[in-house]
């Protein structure tokens, strides 16, 4: 029987699955895929190798900062106990004397995970509940400010208010606010005036009138007077200088200044942020868990009311359920969608409009729960991790039940969540719509998911330590992912800040497919003794040098010695690229399920794309390398894409057992395999 596995886009699924070769899945899975990627067309590429920025000295948590599609723009923060760093592309950003960038921070390290961001702008407000709301504020680039947040409007209050009146006197108070307004519209606090022996304004007689005076306010461009009518200060008029006078004019007491409000004060911190239709949303502060908050339109940090109630006033909403379930994480996804432990909902306005005071209906879209791991807007869905930690779903639009329905995208691989919790994660677009998501263990996993063709399967990301963080930025050709790698170098564990390095195309010289590593390049002087390795002290190192693998070698005093002088050199820590196939099943006419039967294989082929060495064999501890043959002697093998022939040598067993690996330096693709099975 010729068998043909064309299609890898299932990725890795559980052992359990084994005898289901009835599921369509099933055709385009494997039963271990490590270090290889699913591609969305179908090919398994070998995952390029990551390069050294910098050494951390400590536990640290990445947050991507992008400002826009230009990458110069794009940033990644290094958050770490007691401080926050920012680097770039290349490793650290620093000030004038050469120094790292650095901004005092009051998180502890046991905290980091637990922070929740959104940003606007140059601006990134970071919410835990055991600290007061701050922002990260990029003014320059290397001018970043860490400030707490005040919940206070943009533009300060008037001072110095007076309140004369022409009239006799007539022993009533007669009171006036002034309110402050910037170049923005956003009205400021307003201040309070008095004359306590006027008349009221319907004593008033011809030639009565009252004039307010103020301090003027840096940013002001105009001012609205307001007057007291039975218990209500309504609005009389605007004025662009700091006096106004008061003709008698109807108080509009349905238009009144903003009253002051900080539903955040005394500890009652947030732990939840987002923006929604210009609103920040701050959910889940430490007193109130089920509670969540929107500030005034455009004015994010304020979140004063008025009376009456304006569309544009701040906001609350409390989550009322048979359980104390906290509100875990918020998203802006044309609705504003909230995920507590026990349920997920949707806000909205009136007829699917604008969210206003009076103007918001909630409701439950499922009761999977989260866990507090902000979610992944990808395309048309959401993805979350469910409440235990160990399963994702992604939630989307359903017109069939006018509400949003979800799948367990982890359904088919459940040996890679059971037990374990998902600590952090990030969507790389560009290229192959793929999610990093780092186990509390140190391992990575990568999802390749495109909803719209069904497109989702799981791998593992294994390197010589464990990660402890990722963050995705938008680069020039691909999104740039940033990881934070623990290692062991000297017996000591170190933290690491490292990049994937773009998929490899073009010269075999430029392959980059080692961790950890460092490039030399100079084609006018090449060099044998490679240093600048310090971080690598002790270490198995491998290397490419101008496209062609050397031995591997020890470092030591921060170099190695190559055996022929090179221009073009890759150095970092081996990783092994390792994928078993399903073994092939189906149900034949005469002998029907070829479930447990004994089978061996003849005469394969794999078709490879621009590939240049891999083993195959029955067993990873067995392998044979397959039949590349250079075209000169002393150059390197250049890349092959074509088919190859092997011949497997199996005995006639249930399992039909056969692996594919790559361990050099070198780019490995898999577009399909033909099985001559017996």
């Known amino acids: 029987m010729r068998y043909a596995l064309k299609n ?32 969305l067309h179908g090919p398994l590429s070998r995952r390029s190798g990551s390069y050294f920025l910098e050494d951390l000295g400590a536990p640290a948590v990445l947050l991507p900062f992008e400002f826009s599609s230009d990458p110069s723009q794009n940033y990644v923060l290094i958050l770490q106990e007691g401080r926050i760093r920012v680097a770039q592309k290349y490793g650290y950003v620093r000030d004038g004397d050469g120094n790292p960038l650095e901004m005092e921070a009051p998180y502890l390290a046991g905290q980091l995970y637990d922070l929740d961001y959104a940003q606007s702008g140059d601006v990134v407000y970071l919410a835990h509940t055991a600290h007061a709301l701050r922002k990260i504020m990029r003014y320059a680039h290397t001018d970043w400010r860490l400030e707490q947040v005040a919940f206070e409007p943009s533009i300060s209050q008037p001072a110095s208010v007076t309140v004369a009146f022409s009239g006799a006197a007539g022993g009533y108070p007669l009171r006036y606010k002034v309110a402050a307004v910037n170049s923005k519209g956003e009205s400021g606090r307003a201040s309070p005036g008095l004359n306590p022996n006027a008349k009221h304004a319907n004593d008033w007689v011809v030639g009565d009138y009252a004039t307010v005076t103020w301090s003027a306010v840096a940013g002001a461009e105009s001012y609205n007077i307001y007057r007291e009518d039975a218990g209500a200060f309504g609005y009389v008029g605007t004025s662009e200088g700091t006096s106004f006078r008061d003709d008698k004019y109807v108080a509009d007491v349905s238009d009144t200044p903003r009253e002051p409000q900080n539903p955040f004060a005394g500890g009652n911190n947030p732990g939840v942020v987002c923006f929604h239709q210009q609103r920040l949303v701050l959910a889940a502060p430490a007193a109130e868990p089920q509670k969540w908050y929107a500030s005034r339109t455009g004015n994010f940090e304020d979140f004063s009311t008025s009376r009456p109630v304006h569309d544009d006033d701040s906001l609350e909403f409390l989550l009322a359920s048979g359980r104390i379930d906290r509100i875990q994480w918020a998203a802006a996804f044309g609705d504003l969608l909230i995920g507590t432990a026990g349920s997920e909902y949707k806000a909205i306005g009136a007829d699917q409009g604008v969210i206003t005071p009076s103007s918001l209906n909630v409701r439950e879209q499922s009761f999977w729960g989260s866990i507090k791991l902000r979610p992944l807007i990808i395309g048309n869905s959401v993805l979350h991790v469910q409440r235990q930690g160990s399963r994702v779903r992604d939630l989307f639009y359903s017109l069939e039940r006018d509400g949003y329905a979800g799948n367990d995208l982890s359904v088919m691989a459940p040996h890679l969540f059971n037990n374990h919790i998902i600590r952090q994660w990030d969507y790389q677009q560009a290229p192959g719509s793929r999610v990093w998501a780092v186990r509390e263990d140190g391992l990575l996993l990568c999802l390749t998911y495109l909803k719209e063709h069904d497109i989702w399967g799981w791998c593992r990301v294994g390197t010589q330590g464990g990660y402890r963080s990722v963050a995705v930025t ?205």
Not at 602 to 629: E, N, T, W
């Open 474 to 678: 938008a680069g020039e050709f691909e999104d740039d992912v940033y990881v934070v790698a623990e290692r062991d170098i000297a017996g000591q564990s170190r933290w690491f800040l490292e990049r994937f390095m773009p998929s490899w195309r073009g010269r075999v010289e430029d392959a980059f497919f080692v961790d950890c590593g460092l490039s030399y390049e100079n084609q006018e002087q090449p060099i044998q003794t490679v240093g600048g390795l310090e971080h690598l002290e002790g270490r198995r190192v491998a290397i490419l040098a101008d496209g062609s693998p050397e031995e591997e070698q020890t470092v030591v005093d921060g170099q190695i010695e190559l055996q022929h002088p090179a221009a073009v050199i890759h150095v970092g820590l081996p990783y092994v690229s390792l994928v078993r196939p399903q073994t092939p099943e189906a149900d034949l006419q005469r002998t029907g399920s070829t479930l447990g039967a004994a089978r061996n294989y003849g005469d394969c082929m794999i078709h490879l794309l621009d590939s240049v060495g891999g083993k195959y064999g029955l067993q990873p501890d067995r392998m044979f390398a397959l039949p590349f043959q250079p075209e000169s002697y002393g150059l390197p093998v250049p890349p092959f894409t074509g088919f190859l022939s092997f011949t497997p040598d199996l005995a006639h067993t249930p399992e039909g057992e056969i692996w594919f690996a790559q361990d050099l330096p070198l780019p490995f693709t898999i577009a399909a395999l033909v099985l001559d099975v017996k």
């Open 8 to 39: 890898f886009t299932g990725g890795e699924v559980s052992h359990s699955l084994a005898a289901r070769y009835d599921l369509q899945k099933f055709l385009t899975s494997c039963r271990h895929m490590e270090n290889f990627l699913p591609e």
